[in-house]
C-alpha cells in the first residue's frame, strides 16, 4: 500500500512517515504550497495523509481542489484539535481524522478500513474464488489452506487483491513498489506473480486467479 503525505512541517511528517512505515504502508513527502497534478495521484497511491502541525486554512483549500479531481481517501493527522476544526476538513472532503499519537496498530486498522472501502470492500478478508487475502493479518488461504508467501509475493497480491478484478499495469505495479526511491523492476515483479501463480495451483488443483493482459500487467479474479 502507498501514500502520499502532505505536510506543512516536515519533522512531523518525517515522524508520520516512519510510523506508516512500521505498518508496512510506505510513503512520500510533499509540501502543503506544492503542486500534486504531476504525481498522478490515483494510478499511484493508495491514500493521501496530510500531516499538518497547526490550523491551516491553506491546507483545507488544497483538500476541496483535490477532492474536486480525485476520489482517493484522505486522512488528517494533527494534535489535539478543536471539534470545529474536524467539523471543517469533514466538510472539505476528508475520510478521517486521527491524533498524531495514535497507536500503530489503530493506524494501520484505520488506513486498511478506508482504502478497502475506496476499493468496494467491506471487510479485511478480500475472496476471490477458493482464495482468501486477509489484509489486516496479512495472511492467505486457498482452497482452505494457508498459504505462505514472501513479503514481497503478498504485498503484490495484496494490489491485486485491493484492485480486483481490474488490471493493474507494470507501471502502476511498480509505483505501488517505490520505497527509499528504488522501486522494483518489472523482472521482480513478474518474478512475484510467478511464485505466487505456483503456490496457489498447488493448492487449488491447478486453478489460476492470476490473470495476464496482453498490453502488460496482472488481474485477479476467478
Known sequence: MRALIIQNNLQSANTFQTALSRT?????????????AHLSIPNRYDLICYSLLE????????????????????????DRPAASEKLRWFAGGADDYVEREIADEELQ??????VRRDKGHAKSVITVGKLEVD??????????LPIYLTKMQFRTLEALALNTPRTLSNDYL????????NPPSVNTIQQAVSGIRKKLRLACYGINYIHSSFIGGYALFN
Do not use: W
Open 174 to 181: 511498480v509505483n505501488y513498489f517505490c520505497s527509499d526511491g
Open 109 to 114: 486498522a484505520r488506513i486498511h478500513a478506508i
Open 135 to 144: 489484509l489486516q493479518s496479512r495472511t492467505v488461504r486457498a482452497n482452505d
Open 55 to 78: 490550523r491551516s486554512a491553506e491546507g483545507i483549500e488544497s483538500l476541496i481542489k483535490i477532492r474536486f479531481h480525485h476520489r482517493t481517501p484522505v486522512m488528517i493527522i494533527s
Open 24 to 36: 508496512q504502508i510506505h510513503s512520500e513527502i510533499v509540501d502543503l504550497g506544492g503542486e500534486f
